[in-house]
C-alpha cells in the first residue's frame, strides 16, 4: 500500500497548539500635546530652548483653553484612541509656553504639574529666531549638513537631531517606568514629541522631515510592559474645531 501525504509524521510546529498572546496589562498611554501658539509660531521661526523663552500668543491661550476642556470632558470630545478618561498625570517641558499650556489642563483636571527637562526643545544655537530661509541665505554649507546628518549640529553650538532623540527617549523611559498602566498627558514641542514617535515607530530620522505637527495638536503613543509601542494618533487637531 502506498504512503500518501496524510501518513506522513506531523512537524513539531504542526502538533504544537498556538498559544494566545500573554497579558502585558494595561499600556502607558502617552499622549503628546504640543504647546500653543506663540508669536513667532505663525512666522515660522525657529524657537527652541537656546534663545527666547516665549510665552504664549492670544490665539495660543485660546488653544490652550479649549484643548483643557476638550480633554476634561471625555471621549466625545477628542478622538485620541482608547480615550475612555482624562489623563490622570500632566509633564510639561520647563519652556514658558509649554508650562503655560500644561497649566490650563492642569487646572481643569485638578492635578499639579510635573516638569521634565527631557522635554525641551532642540538647541538651535544661532538659528534661534530665524526662519528656514534666512538660515539658509546665512548658513547654507551648515543647513545642508544638518539638513543630511542626525549628527550634525546647527551653527554656533546647538543640538543636533541624535543629541535630542537620546535625551527624548531616557526622558520616556522615565516616565514609562514611573507612569506604568497610566495615561499621561506631555505638553512639548515640536523635535520631541517627533522624536517619540519616530523611535516608537522605528523609523530612520528623517522621518521627522516627513510629518506635520500642528500647534495644540494631539498625538498618542501606547507603551507595553514587553517594550513594544504602537502610535495610535498623529497630528489630531479636532478638539481645536
Known sequence: MNATADDAPRSGSDRTPSLPPPDLGAPCTLLLLRHGETPLTPLKRFSGSGGDDPALSAAGRRQAERTAAALAAGPDAVRTAGHAAAP??????????????????????????????????????????????????????????????????????????????????????????????????????????????RLALGAPPEALFRMELSAASLSEVAYYADGNASVRVLNDTSHLR
Open 88 to 197: 490622570e498625570v500632566v509633564v510639561s517641558s520647563p519652556l514658558a509656553r509649554c508650562r503655560e499650556t500644561a497649566g490650563a489642563v492642569a487646572a481643569r483636571l485638578g492635578v499639579d504639574v510635573a516638569v521634565e527637562p527631557g522635554l525641551r526643545e532642540t538647541d538651535f544655537g544661532a538659528w534661534e529666531g530665524l526662519t528656514f530661509g534666512e538660515v539658509r541665505a546665512r548658513y547654507p554649507e551648515d543647513m545642508a549638513a544638518w539638513l543630511a546628518d542626525p549628527g550634525a549640529r546647527p551653527s554656533g553650538g546647538g543640538e543636533s537631531f541624535a543629541e535630542v532623540a537620546r535625551r527624548v527617549d531616557a526622558a520616556r523611559h522615565r516616565l514609562v517606568t514611573a507612569y506604568a498602566g497610566r495615561r499621561v498627558l506631555l505638553v512639548s514641542h515640536v523635535t520631541p514629541i517627533k522624536t517619540l514617535v
